[in-house]
């Protein structure tokens, strides 16, 4: 693949995964991460032609401009996007696959002196969030994830969300676990809730309580329908008014009037009592 049509290619990935994207133009001057990525493209094909000091020259000026630092031995595959960019540490031996995304903060180190393989391989679509470490002569399989601020020391298996010190997994992606996240999501969008909050991807326990009400939910739902058409099959007069709907903002409306409770009870507290 030519210059311009992987320069193209890297400016589409670009719009892609960045909403705040406009034009070309903008990407090209004002994308660091997009500028490191292709200064070390240079520098790395000085390293393989043994221009070592060139190279490691031209990796200290791209330091320098773009807030990245990339050493011109790492493998980068096609791609691959780093979102703002400063403070992502890149090691020599690092290896990273194609669709590949870091965020600012991102540090793929070693944890020994020895020479050889000592930093990470990041295999295709892996997601690493902003403040993340990833130590070691590890592998990221394909579709892995990294949770902000994480700090990860041993192999991440494929589609698996890690979070926290050191990196737990905390999801698997598998046919059955997208099935259920779809049908939070509809459970969600039917009565009222963010269906970003009851993600499976999101280790806090109250979006997980709440995702878990809506899986109650939905199997009582199912259940009462049943009862239903089974009670007007024998002639029964049962179901026939529609459920009524939830306002949400019922209940914003509530906690606002809570609020003005409470701090009215705060201005009425007298504390010489």
Known sequence: MGVISRLKEDIQSIYHRDPAARSAIEILFNYPGMQAIWLHRVSHRLW?????????SLSTFSRWLTGVEIHPGATIGRR???????????????EIGDDCTLYHGVTLGGTTWQAGKRHP????????????????????????????????????PENTTVVGIPGRAVTVQTP????????????AKKYGFDAYA???????????????MLDHMHLMDSKVQDLCKVIQSMGGAVCTEK????????FGDAETAAAEK????????????
């Open 48 to 56: 393989k032609a043994k221009w070592f000091f060139l190279a490691r």
């Open 80 to 94: 691959f996007f780093i979102d703002h960019g400063m403070g992502i540490v890149i090691g020599e031996t690092a």
């Open 121 to 156: 391989t990041l295999e295709n679509n892996v997601v690493i969030g902003a403040g993340a470490k990833v130590l070691g002569p590890i592998t990221m399989h394909s579709g892995a994830r990294v949770g902000s601020n994480s700090v990860v020391v041993k192999d991440v």
């Open 176 to 187: 059955q676990s997208k099935e259920k996240s779809e049908r939070r999501t509809a459970m």
């Open 198 to 212: 009851v993600s499976p991807d999101n280790p806090d326990p109250v979006a997980n309580a709440i995702g878990q």
């Open 243 to 250: 459920l009524p709907e939830i306002d949400v903002g019922d």
């Open 262 to 273: 409470r701090r009215q009870a705060m201005e009425s507290f007298d504390p010489e009592i």
